[in-house]
């Protein structure tokens, strides 16, 4: 959280003694009609969102004919936010755009060839964390008809958690 998220969070306290952390449950958005709520000692806050079982197109592989057609794909994606700000706000210009987030994935994917399941993790990682700010993610990529009976793939961690 930074330090405008702060200041919006604590417009108008309703307490005059306010735990220095009480901030996060407000931020959090657990707190009814703006109130601040305190909490005993520090917590951490973490959140995430994420994007699960995304099917998806992709012009991947280094076989004949992986490369005649595009394959599928199934992408899981889990990434942290930069800030906790939407949570009290419920505003998405407040946090990422998933919609968005998708949108660019699947641009990724058919944009020009990869070879590997790994260059095209690479470079959907790196995307969403460069164009959507974000701190972490986890990426799992898998092809789903590699060969007959079996999926493979890769799974990506980038950044780190706050």
Known sequence: MNQNDL???????RH??????????LAAG???????????APQPV???????????????GVYD?????P???????????????AC??????????????VARLRELALARHYELVEALAEAMALAVQGEFGVPWLRLTLTKLAPFPGAEVGIVLERGRRA
């Open 7 to 13: 200041a919006l969070a604590l417009q108008e306290p």
């Open 71 to 85: 394959q599928p794909l199934l992408i899981d994606l889990e990434f942290e936010t930069a800030s906790l700000l």
């Open 30 to 40: 657990h707190a009814p009609r703006g109130e601040v709520l305190a909490h005993p």
């Open 88 to 101: 009290r706000t419920d505003r998405l210009g407040d946090t990422v755009d998933y919609a968005e987030v």
């Open 65 to 69: 004919w992986e490369k005649a057609a």
């Open 46 to 60: 973490r959140s995430s969102l994420f994007v699960r079982r995304l099917r998806m197109e992709a012009r991947i």
């Open 16 to 25: 005059d003694n306010v735990h220095p952390h009480a901030w996060l449950t």
